[in-house]
């Protein structure tokens, strides 16, 4: 071996051994009720290149009203300091859209309270109180969520990925939705409710967890919400995740503590994929399962954006995201237990 070439071997072992040293913080501290302060844009992040973040609102409609909406703001998708909104309003079997992409200076949101404003669209409020409006190709949405229980804040909300950035999470699982929707003269009585959730990143794609686990409950009036997600090898690879369970207007079960092991691995439209996940506490106690029994779909997360972005995406990942119809059954650690059917998904960003 030449000095130059053991130079170079011990550079990029240096390198490797850097690489597996870096450490992440997951979600540390115990489950917590969301404030006020979990629901403003992180403003002091805002200025990194791969920031970005989201509003998702998933009605759980009850009679004819179909919705859906996310909002967020993203250094990626739009150029710096840019804004979107992709939703939509579903009346009488015909579909409203709500799709936009918001340069600087055309949106707002206040520094010290929730108050986001985007052409045709606005949300307000606080953790308890969220004001919802917007016009989605002349369906005019004027909404209130309330919340059922308090907002879950699973630990610090943050995983930590040493000095390369964070991802975040805060979730409102239950909250009530009243309001109208109007379309020309007709108007539309909004009942049910909405899970609510508020997600950021900084992570630069190759960071990004390489694998996200999610599962909802097919039953809005209790609620049963999973998400785990596996770090990429420079972070050593392992599992986490969180849980709530509600019944009526109380938590059963809170958790942020979760470590997942994949079984059941199936070869599934040709990604290898866990059907079945077995979920366990910090001290190794099976705390729950999820088994999957029909596989939904496939759907390419990026078909919706425009052709050049997809492809400059695609450079760094390409996210892919399966649907399964499943189970969940979950223990509260106190010989309790909640059972329920509902839709797994399984997210590869690569």
């Known amino acids: 071996m030449t000095p130059k070439t053991m130079v170079l071997v011990l550079i990029f072992s240096f390198m490797a051994s850097t690489a597996w040293a870096w450490e992440a913080s997951v979600f540390e501290g115990e489950p917590a009720d969301a404030e006020d302060a979990d629901l403003l844009p992180h403003r002091a992040a805002s200025d990194r290149q791969f920031y970005s973040e989201d509003y ?33 309003v579903k009346t009488r079997g015909k579909k409203h859209p709500m799709q936009g992409a918001f340069a600087k200076g055309t949106w707002s949101s206040d520094a010290n309270r929730f108050k986001v404003k985007m052409p045709d669209f606005s949300m307000r409020g606080d953790r308890r109180v969220i004001k919802l409006r917007f016009d989605a190709d002349g369906a005019k949405v004027d909404a209130e969520l309330r919340a059922v229980v308090p907002g879950f804040r699973p630990g610090t909300g943050k995983v930590v990925l040493a000095d390369q950035g964070y991802v975040s999470m805060v979730v409102w699982p239950k909250m009530q939705v009243t309001g109208t929707v109007q379309v020309g003269e007709v108007k539309y009585r909004l009942a049910g409710y909405c899970i609510f959730t508020h997600a950021a990143t900084t992570v630069e794609p190759q960071h990004i967890p390489s694998t996200w686990f999610y599962f909802k409950g097919k039953d809005p009036d209790h609620p049963v919400l999973f998400q785990g997600f596996q770090l990429t090898e420079q972070f050593g690879g392992t599992r986490h995740g969180w849980a709530v369970a509600v ?89 309790k237990s909640t059972r329920t059917v509902g839709e797994y998904k399984v997210e590869t960003m690569r």
């Open 247 to 335: 019944q009526g207007e109380k938590y059963v079960l809170r958790t942020n503590r979760l470590t997942i092991e994949p079984t059941n691995v199936k070869d599934t439209r040709g990604a290898a994929l866990p059907w079945s996940l077995l979920l366990k506490g910090p001290d190794g106690e099976v705390m729950g399962a999820i088994k999957a029994d029909k596989l939904g779909g496939v759907r390419d997360r990026l078909k919706k954006l425009p052709a050049l972005q997809a492809a400059i995406i695609r450079k760094f990942i390409n996210p892919r995201r399966y649907l399964f119809r499943a189970e969940m059954e979950l223990s509260d650690g106190a010989g």
């Open 56 to 88: 998702t609102f998933t009605f759980r409609l009850t009679g004819t009203v179909e919705m859906h909406m996310k909002v967020g703001m993203s250094n990626l998708l739009g150029g710096p300091g840019s804004a979107f909104a992709d939703g939509y």
